[in-house]
């Protein structure tokens, strides 16, 4: 009953419009490569997540220089999302490459959201009804799925559940190597983890519901700082559809990294606050490259799928590079803020 009370308070809050300003986040982000120490006898191969514009980011200005033998702009042919590629050939000593755009990112508040949900095709969004690699749908995801929505059949009060026994049953695990691997059968033993982890469990119970759902990847901005090193930044959130609407976007991950760096509980007004907000809601300093899992790289790389496209990829000869060793493979990731556009928003954000 309690839960039930909770999802009914949520239903408000989510269909009021709350009177929010926006907050804006602009300036430059730099790719900075130096595959020169891996040597300059096999060819060297490099794919970069590049972002796309939308409602809530504009992606402009892109510019590149480097020594590549061949650079370009190419899509994956599941998600149709932007990849930048770069060659250097065999001999070609000097491996640089420096990729920079300037962007402007909004916040995002999902909280208008309709009660009425018209008729749906699930076949247009197959990609986001079945299961990955990580992303298991089995028994045991069903059987939990199925006892989380208690028999409900609308999509809006399926998803509202599932973030709630989400933000109540997992825990961020800061230990955990990089964003995690979001491998959904060891997480519900374990129930802790990072951004991928809490969302690939997040998205597979929604899937197992029949609520089309995905991870989002991206990075976050520092904008309080004149040059910011933003290399190991990365982030996931996550987004379900809402058939007479669109896209909702989630962040439990978030929900529960505020509670865990401010010490604070659930049950808290801070926490509650937290809460309410990433339902449906997500700031803007950060910036979305794309969706999907096992993707598929265009031009195709030597490894084959990679488990989600979050970080920069590149193999020389036939070796991938480790993308979570940025010193080894050598990749720096920075962000110039233009002048600070913050709106009041919600405090204690």
């Not at 009021?16 to 060297?44: N, Y």
């Not at 972002?51 to 402009?60: G, N």
């Not at 760096?261 to 937290?274: F, W």
Request: proline share 5%; hydrophobic share 35%.
């Amino acid at each position: 009953m309690k839960r039930i009370s909770y999802l009914v308070v949520f239903f408000i809050l989510s269909t009021v419009l709350p009177s929010f300003a926006i907050e804006r986040v602009s300036g430059t982000l730099t790719f900075s490569f130096d595959l020169t120490s891996h040597g300059f006898k096999k060819e060297a191969r490099l794919w970069v997540p590049y972002p796309y514009s939308d409602r809530y980011q504009s992606i402009e200005n892109l510019r590149m220089s480097g020594t590549q033998s061949y650079f370009g702009i190419h899509t994956d042919k599941k998600y149709k999302r932007l990849i930048i590629f770069a060659r250097w050939d065999k001999g070609i000593k000097d491996r640089r490459l420096t990729i920079s755009f300037h962007i402007k990112r909004l916040e995002r508040l999902d909280k208008t959201i309709p009660f009425k949900e018209p008729c749906w095709d699930k076949s247009q969004f197959k990609p986001y009804l079945e299961p990955s690699t990580y992303v298991v749908i089995d028994d045991k995801v069903k059987r939990l799925s199925k006892r989380i929505v208690q028999g409900r059949n609308s999509i809006r009060e399926k998803a509202l559940l599932i973030y709630d026994w989400v933000v109540r049953n997992m825990h961020r695990k800061p230990e955990t190597c990089y964003c995690g691997s979001g491998d959904v059968l060891s997480l519900l033993d374990e129930l802790k983890g990072n951004c991928v982890d809490i969302h690939s469990v997040f998205v597979a119970l929604l899937r197992a519901a029949g609520v089309p759902a995905r991870e989002v990847f991206g990075i976050r901005l520092a904008r309080n700082k004149k040059i910011a090193n933003i290399t190991k930044s990365q982030h996931c959130w996550a987004e379900y559809f809402l058939p007479g609407y669109g896209w909702v976007v989630m962040d439990p991950a978030d929900c529960l990294k505020k509670m865990l760096i401010e010490g604070i509980d659930l049950n808290s007004e801070k926490g509650q606050r937290y809460y309410e907000y990433f339902l449906g809601g997500v700031d803007a300093e950060r910036v979305r490259f794309g969706t999907g899992r096992d993707i598929v790289l265009n031009p195709t790389n030597a490894k084959g799928p990679l488990n989600y496209f979050m970080y920069p990829y590149g193999e020389v000869g036939d070796v991938p590079l480790d993308f979570l060793n940025p010193k080894g493979f050598f990749y720096k990731i920075t962000f110039v803020p233009d002048q600070i556009n913050k709106y009041p928003g919600l405090k204690g954000k």
